[in-house]
């Protein structure tokens, strides 16, 4: 338990789920756009490596789901035009090191995005609502039931989505 509280508190996480089998435990890195994957058992055990990286906002939230694959929230850290700032490891330190420019490159509370990633750590599926029409700033989201459940701070209610729409 000591290496999953180094790896916790090291990584300043916004969220952790552990695997189906719970063989290890994926760590969200808000502000690096990435979940880290840290190895609980087997021959990895103790070891912290990349689940994925690079995703379309920063990860808030994780949820494992029925079928193995989790449900990531990701909130929208850029402003529109600015969405490069995430691949650069330099602008991301820059932008984080700076209230003025975490205003300038601050899109969260407009956009709601999800993603759906399998155990390989592939997005298998992308929801959004790209103007927060219907439900902005998104934090958690959850599988239950062939349902979607999602959480917003923004909002005073949660939304629900059909999985399996006919």
Same mark, same amino acid.
């Not at 995703?55 to 929208?76: E, Y």
């Given at each position: %338990?000591?290496? *999953?509280?180094?790896?916790?508190?090291?990584? #300043? %996480? !916004?969220?952790?789920? *552990?695997?189906?089998?719970?063989?290890?435990?994926?760590?969200?890195?808000?502000?690096?756009?990435?979940?880290?994957?840290?190895?609980?058992?087997?021959?990895?055990?103790?070891?912290?490596?990349?689940?994925?990286?690079? #995703?379309? !906002?920063?990860?808030?939230? *994780?949820?494992?789901?029925?079928?193995?694959? +989790?449900?990531?929230?990701? &909130?929208?850290?850029?402003?529109? !035009? #600015?969405? +490069?700032?995430?691949?650069?490891?330099?602008?991301?330190?820059?932008?984080?090191?700076?209230?003025?420019?975490?205003?300038?490159?601050?899109? #969260?509370?407009?956009?709601? %995005?999800?993603?759906?990633?399998?155990?390989? !750590?592939?997005? *298998?599926?992308?929801?959004?609502?790209?103007?927060?029409?219907? %439900?902005? +700033?998104?934090?958690?989201?959850?599988?239950?039931?062939?349902? &979607?459940?999602?959480?917003?701070?923004?909002?005073?209610?949660?939304?629900? &989505?059909? &999985?399996?729409?006919?």
């Amino acid at each position: %338990m000591i290496g *999953i509280w180094m790896c916790l508190r090291q990584n #300043l %996480m !916004g969220s952790c789920s *552990i695997s189906e089998d719970q063989d290890y435990l994926v760590v969200c890195e808000t502000w690096k756009f990435r979940c880290l994957r840290y190895w609980l058992k087997g021959e990895k055990r103790g070891q912290t490596e990349i689940f994925i990286e690079n #995703l379309p !906002g920063g990860p808030d939230n *994780i949820n494992l789901a029925p079928d193995g694959s +989790f449900w990531i929230a990701l &909130l929208q850290l850029t402003s529109d !035009g #600015l969405e +490069f700032v995430h691949s650069s490891r330099a602008a991301k330190l820059l932008v984080a090191t700076s209230g003025k420019l975490v205003e300038l490159v601050n899109g #969260l509370h407009k956009k709601a %995005m999800v993603v759906n990633v399998g155990a390989d !750590g592939k997005i *298998i599926k992308k929801l959004e609502d790209p103007n927060g029409s219907v %439900m902005s +700033f998104v934090t958690s989201v959850v599988e239950f039931e062939d349902h &979607l459940y999602f959480g917003s701070l923004q909002n005073n209610f949660i939304g629900k &989505l059909p &999985l399996n729409v006919a």
